[in-house]
Nanobody, 119 residues
């Protein structure tokens, strides 16, 4: 059973930065594209960013382009999300998941991490 555990969230002022990490258990991590998603209170979970299994290809939602950067370390089974110039509307619980080429999540959701941006 693959487990996904995100960490690194917290409370930050608008304009600040955070770096999220997500560790995936299991030996298949390096074979899959990975993505970050978020869910704000009262809203549907939405796609944030994704990275190919080699790390060579990355794409992000328009709302975070130029501010958020996704990366991965296959040796550590870890995917990262560097978040800069944070805005109050970035407040959400952030999750990682394995993703299909379409960006759709492939596994059950694991533990997310809360990001709160104050104005």
């Amino acid at each position: 059973q693959v487990q996904l555990v995100a960490s690194g969230g917290g409370l930050v002022q608008a304009g600040g930065s955070l770096r999220l990490s997500c560790v995936a258990s299991g030996r298949t991590f390096s074979s899959y594209d990975m993505g970050w998603f978020r869910q704000a209170p009262g809203k549907e979970r939405e796609f944030v960013a994704a990275i190919s299994w080699t790390g060579a290809s990355k794409y992000a939602a328009d709302s975070v382009k130029g501010r958020f950067t996704i990366s991965r370390d296959n040796a550590r089974n870890t995917v990262y999300l560097e978040m800069n110039s944070l805005k109050p509307e970035d407040t959400a619980v952030y999750y990682c998941n394995f993703v299909a080429s379409t960006g759709s999540p492939l596994r059950s959701w694991g533990q997310g991490t809360q990001v709160t941006v104050s104005s």
